[in-house]
């Protein structure tokens, strides 16, 4: 009977891109991978530990599995990603009922770590993260049609409220003719949306070339076959180049859409989080941005209740988002995360009041995004088809200005039977909160 394996990946995509790399490794070497990894004799838990929220979220799928295991369900429990990482023995104690505890730097070893555990020896091992490869075979865990390409690893930034850089290690660039070779090679494996992310994809190439490479890499991108939608994540403020304005503008390819977090717009706060920018700057850049790229779709990240965030501060904030309407818009309460800078600084604000911040500032982005919506009424706007709803009885997918799992979805009918990855027009005649609602033209 052969060793079935399952996989559950937690936290960001650059995380799934990781898993998606071991369960290739699993599958070559012979053993059977299953999607319900409660079914599974071996999981393997590729966990997040980024903020209090992906901790927790960690720790119960963990706790699940334990349980799942207790009751004999399946046999051996395998942890790895950044909560075990950033915790190393301390998870391997807190959890003695997983079998293995690895850092990242030892996914490259998971075929050895696999055939210790099942001759029953309990694998607790942490070699360096850097030795976490950036390149490799993979199995696609997505919708067959798009993919995530990681350009680039770990966190050369240093904000003063992220763990990144202790967890993942300093920005190391993936050589340019390597992010080629596999985008050449997801087109030629029936994706046709590639989904550029690097922690600051905008840094892309400082590391190995000495100069910033997103504007060319972008321009190589657009010269594959067969690849229709090219999105980029995670672009930094101060990093925003003309240069790079210029070839998302004039590639086709290149779907209207970034995603800029700014995490504040205070001068002394942003200074405060290790990050430059001021109110000003970024009130040109947005400006600048929608003057070059009149259809842009912009997103950014915020931070409420950072230490010293003053009522006026916050004030600020709020006014700024009102006056950017933003497209999408994620806030978040700021999490004190040992052993990072901003957790050692004094003012820390109190739980309740950085939800509440939070809050407000999201119940703000509603009523603009209602506002966005509204304006697309009537329009016909091209989408790719992610499934059907049997319950509503359509089809639901994206549009351009809708990245995976993070932004909303259009759902619409049509006459004709559709295919997971086709591109269709869709008359938009309806809103819903963050969704939109149309027919196939």
Known sequence: MSVRIGMVSLGCSKNLVDSERMLYKIRKKGYEIITDAGLADIVIINTCGFI????????????????????????????TGCLAQRYKEETAELFPEADAVIGIGCNEDIIDVIENILSE?????FDDKEKLKLTGGRIISTLPFFAYL?????????????????????????????????????????????????????????????????????????????????RVL??????????????????????KYMDIPIQHCDKDILRAMNRSGSEEELRALFAKIRAKIPDITLRTTLITGFPKESGEQYVKLAEFVKDMEFDRLGCFAYSEEEGTVAASMDGQIDEETRQKRAEIIMDMQNIVAEKKNAEKLGRVIEAVVEGYDRFGECYFGRTAADAPDIDGKVFFTSDKKLKVGEYVNIEITETLDYDLIGVVK
């Not at 209090?52 to 004999?72: D, H, M, P, R, V």
């Not at 905008?202 to 890499?217: A, C, M, N, S, V």
């Not at 672009?235 to 180049?241: D, F, H, I, K």
């Open 150 to 230: 990681k350009i680039a690893e770990g966190c050369s930034n240093s904000c003063s409220y992220c763990a990144i850089p202790s967890i993942r290690g300093r920005y190391r660039s993936v050589p340019m003719e390597e992010v080629l070779e596999e985008a050449r090679w997801l087109a030629e494996n029936g994706v046709t949306e590639i989904i550029l992310i690097a922690q600051d994809s905008t840094r892309y190439g400082i590391d190995l070339y000495k100069e910033i490479k997103l504007p060319e890499l972008l321009r190589e991108l657009c010269k594959i076959d067969k690849i229709k939608w090219i």
């Open 121 to 125: 020896k309990r694998v607790v091992k």
């Open 52 to 79: 209090q929220s992906a901790k927790e979220e960690a720790i119960e799928t963990i706790l699940e599995f334990c349980e799942l295991k207790s009751e004999g369900r399946i046999k051996k429990i395998i942890i």
């Open 234 to 255: 995670y672009c930094y403020p101060e990093r925003v180049t003309d240069e790079l304005l210029d070839v998302i503008a004039s590639e086709d390819k290149i779907v």
